[in-house]
T-cell receptor, first 115, second 112 residues
């Protein structure tokens, strides 16, 4: 089982460049999430989606955009990359709301450096 | 305020001994608490959870204790093994129930 797949695993961007982090899941999960993890910090929620066509901001959405055209895919777009966006990005999914003790399944992460 | 706090960045334990990882929270309305484990270059994976109506949940070597009056939970690993060396995150659903909020994590090192 593939689970949650993220691409690329590593990327170096120059300041001002843009890119899309890809995320796909094959578990037919309704909820999908993007988190970032900075050194010594926990995971911060960037955006989340409760189903195809529905997205909403998390704790740290500035500088990012998302879309959810299908159940499987939840790409994260960085426009005008800045050094503050250097981080490890994790995509995750769950079948339903975490309020019902639903587990989140994470991808292996994308290490992004903006120089 | 919806915070989950892990105040110990690291913990070192000898193989075979008990590891105790701690987590404090501020919102008494949390319904569930979860622990995730993360190895380097991998995503976090679910380890164990506990409902707010319980004070203990056990799964093999892992036990989570919840003290609601102190707004504190702890993860006990007995006996600790070198393969348990990882970062452990405490988490809880946000108030809207739309995502999990995470603590900063505790890095556990188990030496043989």
């Amino acid at each position: 089982n593939a689970g949650v797949t993220q691409t690329p695993k590593f990327r170096i961007l120059k300041i001002g460049q843009s890119m899309t982090l890809q995320c796909t899941q094959d578990m037919n999960h309704n909820y999908m999430y993007w988190y970032r993890q900075d050194p010594g910090m926990g995971l911060k929620l960037i955006y989340y989606s409760v189903g195809a066509g529905i997205t909403d901001k998390g704790e740290v959405p500035n500088g990012y955009n998302v879309s959810r055209s299908t159940t499987e895919d939840f790409p994260l777009r960085l426009e005008l990359a800045a050094p503050s966006q250097t981080s490890v990005y994790f995509c995750a999914s769950s079948y339903s709301s975490p309020m019902s003790n639903e587990k989140l399944f994470f991808g292996s992460g994308t290490q992004l450096s903006v120089l | 305020d919806q915070q989950v706090k892990q105040n110990s960045p690291s913990l070192s334990v000898q193989e075979g001994r008990i590891s105790i990882l701690n987590c404090d929270y501020t919102n008494s309305m949390f319904d569930y608490f979860l622990w995730y484990k993360k190895y380097p270059a991998e995503g976090p994976t679910f380890l164990i959870s506990i409902s707010s109506i319980k004070d203990k949940n056990e799964d093999g070597r892992f036990t989570v204790f919840l003290n609601k009056s102190a707004k504190h939970l702890s993860l006990h690993i007995v006996p600790s093994q070198p393969g348990d060396s990882a970062v452990y995150f405490c988490a809880a659903p946000n108030q809207a129930g739309t995502a999990l909020i995470f603590g900063k994590g505790t890095t556990l090192s188990v030496s043989s």
